[in-house]
T-cell receptor, first 117, second 116 residues
Framework: GAVVSQHPSRVICKSGTSVKIECRSL??????MFWYRQFPKQSLMLMAT?????????EQGVEKDKFLINHASLTLSTLTVTSAHPEDSSFYIC?????????????FGPGTRLTVL | DQQVKQNSPSLSVQEGRISILNCDYT??????FLWYKKYPAEGPTFLIS?????DKNEDGRFTVFLNKSAKHLSLHIVPSQPGDSAVYFC???????????????FGRGTQLTVWP
């Protein structure tokens, strides 16, 4: 149980284009989903937190107009990198959490490698 | 400011021996701790967790110990196997007002290498 998928696993795009990454919880309903970014040899950096049906909460320093997050259902959240630039190239990982405050275990997707040329 | 710290970037252990990965935290509000295992170009995999009301939790070869007074936790893997070679992340969260979203704070990770 607790499987989270991400699509695509790898994407290469030209500078200035937009890229959408999907995150799905396959066998549970995710009340909350999180989007992370990982730089080489660094820890996971939380970008934003989203609850189904409400606006995402962005971490300080993360541009909400550049990284659009939609959490349309209890099993799907999307991250759209708008007008991507080479510095946006990174490994993006989502995670999902079910249940209430008593359940803090997050289950992670396999990640998406974004390369912007 | 790094609220969760893993001061050892790497650890090398012989197969069959014990691996001990350490983690320290600074925020006394943290009350739930997790360990994740991560292979390159993959998402982290949940391993084991512990609530602050306990000082030990065991699951097969994995045991997590929590020392609240020292704000320290450790992950023991016994016996270590070559397939355990990966980066291990320690994470913490705090319940209560303002924390109902269950945000996790991660350490920078420790690369464990288990050699035959």
């Amino acid at each position: 149980g607790a499987v989270v998928s991400q699509h695509p696993s790898r994407v290469i795009c030209k500078s200035g284009t937009s890229v959408k990454i999907e995150c799905r919880s396959l066998d549970f309903q995710a009340t909350t989903m999180f989007w992370y970014r990982q730089f080489p040899k660094q820890s996971l950096m939380l970008m934003a937190t989203s609850n189904e049906g409400s606006k995402a909460t962005y971490e300080q320093g993360v541009e909400k107009d550049k990284f659009l997050i939609n959490h349309a259902s209890l099993t799907l959240s999307t991250l759209t990198v708008t007008s991507a630039h080479p510095e946006d190239s990174s490994f993006y990982i989502c995670s999902a959490k079910s249940g209430g405050a008593s359940t803090d275990t997050q289950y992670f997707g396999p990640g998406t490698r974004l390369t912007v040329l | 400011d790094q609220q969760v710290k893993q001061n050892s970037p790497s650890l090398s252990v012989q197969e069959g021996r014990i691996s001990i990965l350490n983690c320290d935290y600074t925020n006394s509000m943290f009350d739930y701790f997790l360990w994740y295992k991560k292979y390159p170009a993959e998402g982290p995999t949940f391993l084991i967790s512990i609530s602050s009301i306990k000082d030990k939790n065991e699951d097969g070869r994995f045991t997590v110990f929590l020392n609240k007074s020292a704000k320290h936790l450790s992950l023991h893997i016994v016996p270590s196997q070559p397939g355990d070679s990966a980066v291990y992340f320690c994470a913490a969260s705090a319940k209560g007002r303002g924390s109902t979203l269950g945000r996790l704070y991660f350490g920078r990770g420790t690369q464990l290498t288990v050699w035959p």
